[in-house]
T-cell receptor, first 115, second 111 residues
Framework: DTGVSQNPRHKITKRGQNVTFRCDPI?????LYWYRQTLGQGPEFLTY????????KSRLLSDRFSAERPKGSFSTLEIQRTEQGDSAMYLC?????????????FGPGTRLLVL | AQRVTQPEKLLSVFKGAPVELKCNYS??????LFWYVQYSRQRLQLLLR??SRESIKGFTADLNKGETSFHLKKPFAQEEDSAMYYC?????????????FGQGTTLQVKP
C-alpha cells in the first residue's frame, strides 16, 4: 500500500497523559497536513508542513499540541497533558503541489479516546 | 470569515432518483472548491474539484459565485453512492492548501 499511513490507528489514554501520533506521507509529497475530526463534524485544519517547514498553525492548536516533520518525510503530532476534549479522529494528508494544483490524499486516521 | 455550510445531515433517496447535495460557502477571494467522499470503512478521498469541470462516477458540481454555492448532483442515484460527502474550500491566504470542510452529508440510497 503506497498511500498515506498513520500509526497507531487507535489510542486510548488517561487524562493528563502525553500521546504521539505518526504519519507517513506518500513518497515525494512535499506537503503534509494534520486535521482533527470530531463526531458529526467535518475535518478541521490543525497545521501543515511544506517539506520540513511548518508554515501554518490553526488557533485550534493549543500550546499542548506540537507537530514536527524532521527531514521533510514522516511527521509526528504530540499532545501533552491530554484532556477529554482532545478525543477525536486525527487525520493526516499529504500532497504534491504541481502547476498550482494540489490534491490532498488522506490517511486512515488515528482515533484518540481520552478517559 | 471562511465557512462551508452543508445544510443537510442526511439525504435519503431511492435508487434511480436524482440527487442534489447542497453546499454553500463564504469566502472573500476567488474560491477553489472540492467534494470529498468517504465510503464505509474507507478513507476520505477526493471526488471532484470545480476547476476540473469533470464528471466523476456520474456526479457533477457547478460553482455558482452569485449564490456562493457548489451543489453536487447526480441524475440517477445508485446504491454504491451511499457514503458521507464533504464539501471543502481551499482557504486562507497566500499559497496555503489548507481545506475548510463542511459538516458533511450522509447520502443513503435505498434499493
Amino acid at each position: 500500500d503506497t498511500g498515506v499511513s498513520q500509526n497507531p490507528r487507535h489510542k486510548i489514554t488517561k487524562r493528563g497523559q502525553n500521546v504521539t501520533f505518526r504519519c507517513d506521507p506518500i513518497s515525494e509529497h512535499n506537503r503534509l497536513y494534520w486535521y482533527r475530526q470530531t463526531l458529526g463534524q467535518g475535518p478541521e485544519f490543525l497545521t501543515y508542513f511544506q517539506n520540513e517547514a511548518q508554515l501554518e498553525k490553526s488557533r485550534l492548536l493549543s500550546d499542548r499540541f506540537s507537530a514536527e516533520r524532521p527531514k521533510g518525510s514522516f511527521s509526528t503530532l504530540e499532545i501533552q497533558r491530554t484532556e477529554q476534549g482532545d478525543s477525536a479522529m486525527y487525520l493526516c494528508a499529504s500532497s504534491l503541489v504541481q502547476g498550482g494544483q494540489e490534491t490532498q490524499y488522506f490517511g486512515p486516521g488515528t482515533r484518540l479516546l481520552v478517559l | 470569515a471562511q465557512r462551508v455550510t452543508q445544510p443537510e445531515k442526511l439525504l435519503s433517496v431511492f435508487k434511480g432518483a436524482p440527487v442534489e447535495l447542497k453546499c454553500n460557502y463564504s469566502y472573500s477571494g476567488s474560491p477553489e472548491l472540492f467534494w470529498y467522499v468517504q465510503y464505509s470503512r474507507q478513507r476520505l478521498q477526493l471526488l471532484l474539484r470545480h476547476i476540473s469541470r469533470e464528471s466523476i462516477k456520474g456526479f457533477t458540481a457547478d460553482l455558482n459565485k452569485g449564490e456562493t454555492s457548489f451543489h453536487l448532483k447526480k441524475p440517477f442515484a445508485q446504491e454504491e453512492d451511499s457514503a458521507m460527502y464533504y464539501c471543502a474550500l481551499r482557504g486562507g491566504s497566500g499559497n496555503t492548501g489548507k481545506l475548510i470542510f463542511g459538516q458533511g452529508t450522509t447520502l443513503q440510497v435505498k434499493p
